[in-house]
Every structure is written in structure tokens, then in C-alpha cells.
């Protein structure tokens, strides 16, 4: 069965750290992958990712794939109050055009 | 805002009714999804239609069913309510066909199940 798994599931950090967040997968027939922000409602889409090796960039986020390995890391720099958010990772399965979400990661930013 | 109105935003139910919930996608956005989260499964893709036609399924109940209309709207429908169904059901809309295109969420609709 497609699997998607993030750690840390929760994370405390201070403002100006730098932080990485990790998405592994298991799907069988792999599309792309997604990250998505979450705050106190709707997420928000920050990136997606279809080719290893290639950073897709936004500010002080960054996000890079590793289809061989199986997993994407979402980096954030210079952390603001203003991160504080669930961190979602997304995983296409193109043979039955299935999304899989990973159960988040937990970002508190503290001043 | 994201463009993505969903109605209603709280909806609270018996065991065993039905509801409809509605989205009016971002002008122009062809795509609507569906998405629940809840506490204990986290966010689920539930289904897609782009232009009308049903474009991918995922976990989808045989007790929920989904349409969009010609002028693009989109209801999902929920049935013989059980508690295990109360969540926050998304929607989302993009101009694109495919099921990961970066989609803007609507802030969803709380179904409580008493």
C-alpha cells in the first residue's frame, strides 16, 4: 500500500534557526510530490516536486527530491513566528491517480 | 483569501441524515478536489472532477458521492452519517487537469455528527 511518511512529527525551534523537515514515500507508480503549509485552516501550496536533484526555491524555503532514495526535504532558513505552522507533504500515484499525505510535521517558532 | 468559497462553514447532524456540501471554485479553475481531515487519518484525498467529469478517486466512502455542475460548482454529498465522519472536508480548485497541481484551498466545512 502507498505509504507517506514525515518526521519529525514535531519540531520547537527559536527564531533564526534553520530548520529541515523530511518526507519518505512508498508509491508504487510516483507522479510528483507536494508540500503544503498549513496554519490555522486551509493549507497553502508551497512547491511541487516531479524531478530528483533539482531545488525548487521561495524565500527562505527550499525543497528538494530524491527519487532514488525515496524522500524530499523541506528546508527553512532564518525561521520567523510567522513558520509556525503543520508542514504537509503530498505523493501522486499516477496509475490510479491517488494523492497520499503524510501525517505532518508540527513546526512551533518560538521569538 | 483563496478565491475557493465553501458553504456552509459548520454543519452539525444526527447519525444517519444527509448533508451537501458546496464549493464555488476560483474563477476560471476547471479542477475541484475534495479532501477530509480528521484527528485520527490526518488529510484525505477523497475525489476530483475537472469539467465536470470525474477525473481521480482515492479514499472515497460508497456513502459520499460528488458532483460538479456545468457552471463548475462542485457538492459533495454525505449519507447515512455515521460519527466517524465528522472532520473538516476541503475543497480545493486549480485550472489544472492533474490531481497534484498546485490547488488553492477554500477553508473548509466543519461536519460535527452528534
Known amino acids: 500500500e502507498d505509504k507517506v511518511v514525515q518526521s519529525p512529527l514535531s519540531l520547537v525551534v527559536h527564531e533564526g534557526d534553520t530548520v529541515t523537515l523530511n518526507c519518505s514515500y512508498e508509491?508504487?507508480?510516483?507522479?510528483?510530490l507536494l508540500w503544503y503549509k498549513q496554519e490555522k485552516k486551509a493549507p497553502t501550496f508551497l512547491f511541487m516536486l516531479t524531478s530528483s536533484g533539482i531545488e525548487k526555491k521561495s524565500g527562505r524555503l527550499s525543497s528538494i527530491l530524491d527519487k532514488k532514495e525515496l524522500f524530499s526535504i523541506l528546508n527553512i532558513t532564518a525561521t520567523q513566528t510567522g513558520d509556525s505552522a503543520i508542514y504537509l507533504c503530498?505523493?501522486?500515484?499516477?496509475?490510479?491517480?491517488?494523492?497520499?499525505f503524510g501525517a505532518g510535521t508540527r513546526l512551533t517558532v518560538k521569538p | 483569501d483563496s478565491g475557493v468559497t465553501q458553504t456552509p462553514k459548520h454543519l452539525i447532524t444526527a447519525t444517519g441524515q444527509r448533508v451537501t456540501l458546496r464549493c464555488s471554485p476560483r474563477s476560471g479553475d476547471l479542477s475541484v478536489y475534495w479532501y477530509q481531515q480528521s484527528l485520527d487519518q490526518g488529510l484525505q484525498f477523497l475525489i476530483q472532477?475537472?469539467?465536470?467529469?470525474?477525473?481521480a478517486k482515492g479514499n472515497i466512502l460508497e456513502r459520499f458521492s460528488a458532483q460538479q455542475f456545468p457552471d463548475l460548482h462542485s457538492e459533495l454529498n454525505l449519507s447515512s452519517l455515521e460519527l466517524g465522519d465528522s472532520a473538516l472536508y476541503f475543497c480545493?480548485?486549480?485550472?489544472?487537469?492533474?490531481?497534484?497541481?498546485?490547488?488553492?484551498f477554500g477553508q473548509g466545512t466543519r461536519l460535527t455528527v452528534v
Open positions: 472532477y475537472y469539467n465536470g467529469e470525474e477525473r
Open positions: 480545493a480548485s486549480s485550472p489544472y487537469r492533474t490531481a497534484t497541481a498546485e490547488a488553492f
Open positions: 503530498a505523493v501522486e500515484d499516477y496509475n490510479n491517480n491517488d494523492m497520499r
Open positions: 508509491v508504487t507508480n510516483f507522479r510528483s
